[in-house]
């Protein structure tokens, strides 16, 4: 199948259609649309809160109100089925309501971080053809004269007036066209932390099926959960909240527009969350901040923490302070995941779960390994996505010719079937000549107990060409740590000593991308100026 948008851009799916069919016969996708689904939530519990934030909280017949009129004032814009929207909110109510409502006339959401600078909405409503585009301000929507494709952009935000605004345009009569649960409904967009980046289209089955089975697995039974989401819900992570926790499994959202951990905290008091998701260094920064005296978190039962790995010292850490078991999700906006949630934090990814991905580990040639063989982690299932959006080189380099994704990680499964990751197939520093992975040097470092976050980068060598250099943050009232020590643990840990990284930066915490992952661009940076050479 091939759809394309009016603008021209083609979206294929490369999962031969009978696997599709057969995941909606075995239950695992639903096979209706996203909508559709939002709508049975609706009729079922009206009065249940949906969405709460810190300007209001909406009931589930409340937010069907909003999403039908900010529909019925797109429609009236001119944008149809078929289109792609770009989407620039903040997290907060108006940002769940507009995906809905792009979901609801059938057109593709395509959701980006918010903030300064014009390049991601160049970059992505460009080359995607965005027809029309949702921005949280004027100022934000700087760069849109220049996209031939964009027809219609409309705002929120106090101040904004005039017919382009969103928080004043009338309900009016819409009614949800008939649509397609093979379309595509929303394209995710990788961090960007390691190349340009990907857009990935995923259709309303694969959101409402394989994505949405994966977070009910988090959820061990609970019902009805409440979810403090704290990462940007535009990032591949974030995707887990209107399409998935609203649409397709009727849980309460309270939102934050950006994460500190004393306005977490806060939330957990006021409003009462079971279930709380972040990413590592989040939920660093919540083990590591004092008790306050009105603190309460006994309403929270699990913590889920995902877009990046998760040391032991910070799981640890983190279940001691809330009180709360910790799950740790592997995954990527590519379509792949597994999680810990009926395994533990036992060292590996989890078990695969063939209602969300299955998991195999193939040879360079595409071979399929057997357990204990290392190789490229590959994964097919009701999750995985139609392709890449734009991109056919991508297609042609991440995707068999019978729709498994490649992951360009490389794992084992383990003789219970358990994922053990062991880094990426080709993030490599080269040190005279000799390939070293940081993800392998990342992974030792991260069982050092006074370390809660790391990232090995690159830095420039005149000799030897390049050098690993380890950026680290350590727990609260750790001592001084020096490079003899780290390299000395490692050492004793069997680590190579070519492996070994020659230089050492200690950060109070590592800084992060848009989407809460570390940014190796800007750790690079502090790295290649702070790094001490090697004599």
């Not at 559709?36 to 017949?61: G, K, N, S, W």
């Not at 009614?175 to 394209?187: K, S």
Request: proline share 8%; glycine share 8%.
């Amino acid at each position: 199948m091939t759809w394309t948008s009016r603008s021209g851009t083609e979206i294929r799916d490369l999962v031969p259609s009978e696997a599709r069919r057969r995941w909606v016969r075995d239950g695992h996708c639903p096979g209706r649309d996203l909508y559709t689904l939002f709508r049975a939530r609706v009729d079922a519990h009206p009065r249940r809160e949906a969405v709460i934030d810190d300007e209001r909280t909406l009931d589930y017949a409340a937010l069907d109100r909003e999403v039908r009129r900010i529909a019925s004032a797109l429609t009236a814009a001119g944008v149809r089925d078929r289109d792609i929207v770009g989407i620039r909110l903040p997290n907060g109510w108006r940002a769940v309501v507009t995906e809905l409502a792009v979901a609801a006339i059938g057109a593709v959401a395509l959701p980006y971080p918010a903030g300064r600078g014009i390049r991601d909405t160049a970059a992505l409503l460009g080359k995607s053809r965005a027809a029309a585009a949702v921005f949280g301000s004027t100022s934000d929507a700087d760069g849109t004269t220049c996209l031939p494709d964009l027809r219609v952009v409309r705002t929120f935000g106090a101040g904004e007036d005039g017919p382009r605004s969103l928080d004043t345009a009338p309900a009016g009569a819409w009614q949800p066209p008939a649509i397609d649960p093979e379309a595509p409904v929303r394209i995710l967009v990788t961090s960007g932390s390691e190349a340009e980046p990907k857009m990935i289209a995923y259709s309303h089955d694969a959101m409402a099926g394989g994505r949405a089975n994966y977070v009910r697995a988090l959820h061990d039974g609970s019902d009805p959960v409440r979810a403090l989401m704290m990462m940007p819900l535009s990032s591949s992570y974030g995707s887990c909240a209107t399409h998935v926790s609203i649409a397709a499994l009727g849980s309460t959202l309270v939102l934050m527009d950006r994460f500190d951990p004393v306005t977490a905290l806060r939330l957990v008091r006021e409003h009462r969350p079971t279930h709380l998701f972040g990413v590592p260094t989040m939920l660093r920064r919540l083990a590591e901040h004092p008790p306050g005296p009105d603190e309460d978190n006994t309403c929270l039962r699990t913590v889920v923490s995902s877009s990046a790995p998760l040391s032991e010292v910070t799981a640890d850490a983190c279940a001691r302070r809330l009180r709360a078991r910790v799950i740790s999700v592997y995954g990527s906006s590519d379509g792949i995941n597994c999680h810990t949630a009926r395994t533990g934090l036992d060292g590996s990814a989890g078990l695969p779960d063939p209602a969300v991905a299955q998991l195999r580990i193939v040879a360079p040639d595409g071979r399929p390994l057997p357990p204990g063989d290392p190789g490229e982690i590959c994964a097919r299932g009701p999750m995985t996505p139609l392709s890449y959006v734009a991109a056919p080189d991508l297609d042609a380099r991440y995707r068999t010719r019978d729709g498994w994704v490649r992951s360009g990680d490389r794992g084992v499964l383990d003789g219970q079937g358990r994922l053990h990751v062991l880094g990426r197939l080709k993030q490599v520093v080269v040190r005279g000549g000799h390939n070293i992975s940081p993800a392998e040097v990342e992974l030792e470092i991260r069982a050092h107990p006074a370390i809660v976050d790391v990232a090995c980068v690159a830095v420039p060598d005149d000799d030897l060409g390049e050098r690993l250099c380890a950026c680290v943050s350590l727990a609260a009232g750790s001592a001084e740590l020096q490079l003899p020590a780290l390299t000395a643990f490692l050492q004793a840990r069997g680590l190579e000593r070519r492996k070994l990284p020659e230089a050492l930066v200690v950060l109070p915490e590592l800084p992060l991308a848009p989407t809460g992952k570390v940014c190796r661009r800007t750790v690079t940076a502090i790295a290649v100026h702070r790094a001490v050479p090697v004599p």
